[in-house]
Nanobody
């Protein structure tokens, strides 16, 4: 029903920046809420930032003021601008999308990308 293509992960020093992208390709349903989640080694997957079709956003407290999520509805693409990166931001970052008339800013759907790793060195 949907394919998510992520890019932008990599290695960066503490204090640096990265920009992640996720493009959604669908065959039938419209794209609703999209977002980023991350999972560090030995930890549960956690919400980073989510955004509605209209631009309403939700951020984890740990990234507020440093990360910015945005979307391009014409391209069904979201971005995550990550500034002032910290070693604790190191994780695999996963794109997530809600389809059709369902969407939730606080929890993920079952549609995931494969993830892009982000490593922040101290």
């Amino acid at each position: 029903q949907v394919r998510l293509v992520e890019s932008g992960g990599g290695l960066v020093q503490a204090g640096g920046s990265l920009r992640l992208s996720c493009a959604a390709f669908k065959t039938l349903f419209s794209i609703n809420v999209m977002g980023w989640y991350r999972q560090a080694p030995g930890k549960q997957r956690e919400l980073v930032a989510t955004i509605t079709y209209g631009g309403t956003t939700n951020y984890a407290d740990s990234v507020k003021g440093r990360f910015t999520i945005s979307r391009d509805n014409a391209e069904d693409t979201i971005y995550l601008q990550m500034n002032s990166l910290k070693p604790e931001d190191t994780a695999v970052y996963f794109c997530n999308v809600w389809l059709g008339d369902r969407g939730d800013l606080d929890r993920p759907s079952t549609y995931w990308g494969q993830g892009t790793p982000v490593t922040v060195s101290s």
